[in-house]
């Protein structure tokens, strides 16, 4: 057998299987574990990784010349960087032992568009 029980469930560490409907006492304290660091860390990959295609983006700008559309792309890219990184920042300090507050609509666009636009500026830049 494969760590997995004949009905479905997953087993623990000792041996009996895991039931999911099973919930914790709603007043017990929150044990976050390892959480709040993984997602710390999934926030510092993301800006870098958008940091890492800015700079590629900034690359490509200066090396076919100055025009008034690379300058735009650096500043939007710039400015969309500045401000994923703020909200990352935003997010990293609000994990803790209580369950963070989820984004508000408007963050989650704005995380949502800084890629996109990222990726539109790219297009633009590469052809």
Known sequence: MSGRAQDGGSRGADGPPRDPGVRRDPGAPRDPGVQPERTRLAWRRTTLAYTVAGALLLRQAL????????YGAVAAVLVTGLLLAALAHRRGRALGPAPPAPLRPRAAWAVAGCPVLLAMVG???LR
């Open 63 to 70: 090396a076919s010349g100055p025009s008034a559309a690379g």
């Open 123 to 125: 297009m633009v830049m």
